[in-house]
Nanobody, 120 residues
Framework: QVQLVESGGGLVQAGGSLRLSCAAS????????MGWYRQAPGKQRELVAA???????NYADSVKGRFTISRDNAKNTVFLQMNSLKAEDTAVYYCNALIVTPAGDESDYWGQGTQVTVSS
């Protein structure tokens, strides 16, 4: 059983900052890619940022230069530092992880989502 638990969402004014965290727990052998997605009302879920186990990162064009993804492999945790927030960043943010169990099975896991609201 694997669980992803997110924290750090909330309400912030435009130009402000928030830091999201997502901790994976359970029967984990290793974690490959981890990432953050978001879904705004009436829109499809989109990739915000991703990071490999080796630390390579990938960002959506809309957040480049403002958001930073990082991870602590020892704690099975991924972070998203969000600076210079804009109203259009308002969405539910979901943590995602590609996890390998001791049995060798690799599966995609999702967190429950955390709301980020940016007031203009």
């Amino acid at each position: 059983q694997v669980q992803l638990v997110e924290s750090g969402g909330g309400l912030v004014q435009a130009g402000g900052s928030l830091r999201l965290s997502c901790a994976a727990s359970g029967t984990i052998f290793s974690i490959n890619a981890m990432g953050w997605y978001r879904q705004a009302p009436g829109k499809q879920r989109e990739l915000v940022a991703a990071i490999t186990s080796g630390g390579s990162t990938n960002y959506a064009d809309s957040v480049k230069g403002r958001f930073t993804i990082s991870r602590d492999n020892a704690k099975n945790t991924v972070f998203l530092q969000m600076n210079s927030l804009k109203a259009e960043d308002t969405a539910v943010y979901y943590c995602n992880a590609l996890i390998v169990t001791p049995a060798g099975d690799e599966s995609d896991y999702w967190g429950q989502g955390t709301q980020v609201t940016v007031s203009s």
